[in-house]
């Protein structure tokens, strides 16, 4: 064993061993959506006190958190999201509204003098001016109205606030505070200048305002004197209130006032046992899936793939380590990430063992350890495919984190931990069990059983046939603007379904106890008045709903049409996404599809050449439009799980281009100043073997997902599968061809010459497609 092979697998011995202290010492952090709970996104508004801004938002986090704390939810999560955004997630609260309710209140407490009853003349609420001086003419608690003059206490000054029952005077419920030392003072002076009016006279009340509404108005008692006011810091509020009142009063005071006006923009309710489920499914396929893809592998490659499935199984337990010991949140499409990346974390065992076979091939017979050499040539000569292919993949998880929101960003973290974990994977566990592997004689004597001495089945097949690819490049080019224009054509005349992340609205499912039909459903809900409500089936108990920007009553009503036709009706989602942060989430789609594409040309034109970039590109946008213009013609919602799912296909789409030219541009390079076509038709069959065996991996994970993951990753991942198909199409049949138009038409083009020349005896001539 090499002073080298012996390094890679102490390291690897390391990560795996530090890798699963973390996985039995340390607990995952659940999303919302596997653990249940509601999540919202408050927007941040200016007032005509104070600016929406960075600083105001900080505040209100702070708040807000004391507010949550305070209410008893168990690991609550409050963050500043941008600029004026705040994101506040509640594990375990199904039932949102009376949190939106205390957390959206700005709970601006103050005191004013009573100055008396206005006249008919009196402004109504306010008058113009909103200054400082300026009296309020607000309704009291009674219905009445009250003059009222500039507050002279805000709730900053009061200390604590508490809940009180007083049963035995038959007052109620109250609420008590306790002021600050200089509120205190205050509150005797301002007590103190009420009680210089007589009994029963309006001015000798105090008036105490929340929200510019006057919550208690209690008279000064007639035996406190002028001046002298009440000297305790405490007061107490009545006001008939029941104990939920009372309660939540106290805590909005106690928590203090919001330094600006907060609206819900978003909010998401999944209930527990949705996310109980969606675990379930997503670990059962993964289980199958990945078992599938082992299985695969190790028949392909027989013991090197069964070392590779091993390595797998090592990514597996590393990248959950990773995801543990950086906080990162698990949602449901970061899961469905997570099992993605096992698929893909093949691809570059399956580069390194096709490269290592062709190798094998050119070495027998000339040296006397040609497994072990040939192995070393294959990792060596597929690194690059894996950077460069890795790179575009973590380009498009950079975007889903910088442009996605919520369970999008999850999708991308896990994915760019997934695609970083892999070629650890690959390049040091696999590598180093493979070649300690080589080391033994048994396995270096028979090549049925390594694996690497054999050619394959398409190998062997594409080099006895010779497949003479792209004498009329034009026509496969036809296919595929035959193909977009239909895809083209069903955007126009089926249109996108839209989710409500992209459009606004309402999204609720609901489960039931007796099957109801979507007629029956439909007709119910169109008699309570929602006519316009869209309603899909996924079962016979459950119901899919779609409204406008409805409120909490309305969502009432919708239960309960469908409890008189369903019986018992359980909500286990909720979403709602308001108009304004709809139009911001498609601006930043496109944004986030126009970046993707800029940033996959400049990282190609670099590493490669602008034909080969153009073509790349090409493709990928081929992919893109044929896999929106299928969901259009099978009407599947284009949300933000679909957003995540067709960036990633961008990244494979890439991947497969990649691996392609790369080739190419290795084989070109030996014969400098030749035509591209025979060096392209060499790549596109040499890499053939590695993209049957590849995709076949990931079609694996991605059918088990789609079977077994249920209705939350069934859309994601048929776009996986649609993506994964076309692509592997178009990196030969479309991005090829593109760049064989694109260098047919530049005079005398031919490659680089690279500063170090290929050795002599490294590789095979690439003057046909038959040798392979």
Known sequence: ??????????????????????????????????????????????????????????????????????????????????????????????????????????????????????????????????????????????????????????????????????????????????????????????????????????????????????????????????????????????????????????????????????????????????????????????????????????????????????????????????????????????????????????????????????????????????????LAAGFRNARTAVVDSNVTTLLAAGLLFGLGSGPVKGFGVTLAIGVLVSMFSALVIARALTEMAAGSRFVTDFPGVNGIGLRGRVRTYLTRRAPQL?????????????????????????????????????????????????????????????????????????????????????EAAIRDALSAEGGATTKVRDDLIGPSLGDELRRHALIALGIAVGAQLLYLAVRFRWSFAVASVTAMVHDVVILVGVFAWLGRPIDGIFLAALLTVIGYSVNDSVVVFDRVRELWARRPGSPLLPAARAAVLQTVPRTVNTGMGALFILTALAVLGGDSLRDFALALLIGICVGTYSSVFTAVPVALEMESRRKGSGPRRQRQRPKPGRGRPADNGARV
């Open 1 to 374: 064993m090499t002073r080298a092979t012996t390094v890679r697998a102490v390291l690897a011995a390391v990560v795996l061993l530090v890798s699963l202290f973390v996985t039995l010492t340390m607990s995952p952090r659940l999303g919302l959506d596997l653990q249940g709970g509601t999540r919202l996104v408050l927007q941040a508004k200016d007032s005509p006190t104070a600016k929406a801004d960075r600083e105001s938002t900080d505040r209100t986090v702070e708040v807000l958190r004391q507010r949550i704390d305070a209410l008893g939810v168990a690991e609550p999560t409050v963050t500043r999201s941008g600029e004026d955004r705040v994101l506040v997630e509640l594990p375990d609260v199904t039932d949102p509204r009376e949190a939106a309710e205390v957390l959206g209140r700005t709970a601006q407490l103050t005191f004013h003098p009573v100055l008396g009853v206005p006249d008919d003349a009196a402004p109504d609420p306010r008058p113009e001016s909103e200054s400082e001086s300026a009296e309020l003419v607000l309704p009291d608690e009674s219905g009445g109205r009250l003059r009222l003059g500039a507050p002279d206490l805000s709730g900053a000054g009061v200390k604590d606030a508490r809940a009180e029952f007083d049963g035995q005077r038959g007052a109620g419920w109250s609420v008590s505070l306790d002021f600050r030392d200089d509120a205190s003072r205050d509150w005797t002076r301002l007590t103190g200048e009420a009680a210089c009016h007589p009994p029963q006279d309006e001015r000798r009340r105090v008036a105490i305002v929340l929200d510019e509404k006057v919550i208690s108005s209690p008279q000064v008692s007639p035996s406190v004197t002028c001046g002298a006011g009440l000297p305790s810091g405490t007061t107490q509020i009545t006001g008939s209130f029941s104990a939920d009142e009372a309660k939540n009063l106290a805590l909005l005071i106690k928590g203090g006032a919001l330094p600006v006006p907060v609206e819900v923009v978003e909010q998401r309710t999944v209930g527990p046992t949705l996310g109980a489920e969606a675990i379930s499914a997503s670990a059962r396929a993964a289980v199958i899936g990945a078992g599938l893809t082992a299985l695969f592998i190790t028949c392909v490659y027989r013991l090197f793939g069964g070392l590779a499935a091993l390595a797998l199984a090592g990514y597996t337990l590393i990248s959950y380590a990773a995801l543990v010991a950086l906080g990162v949140t698990l949602t449901l499409p970061g899961l469905a990430g997570f099992v993605l990346a096992i698929g893909m974390a093949v691809d570059a065992n399956v580069l390194a063992f096709e490269r290592a076979r062709e190798e094998y091939a050119s070495r027998s017979g000339r040296t006397s350890r040609p497994l072990r050499s040939a």
């Open 470 to 554: 792209f004498r009329r490049s034009r026509r496969w080019l036809g296919v595929s603007t035959v193909v977009v224009a239909l895809a083209v054509l069903g955007v126009t005349l089926r249109g996108l379904n839209l989710g409500v992340e992209f459009t606004g609205g309402r999204l609720m499912e609901y489960t039931t106890s007796r099957p109801v039909g979507i007629d029956t459903a439909r007709t119910a809900l169109a008699d309570a008045g929602f006519a316009d409500a869209e309603v899909t089936t996924a079962g016979e108990r459950e119901l899919s709903v779609r409204t406008g920007d409805t409120g909490d009553r309305a």
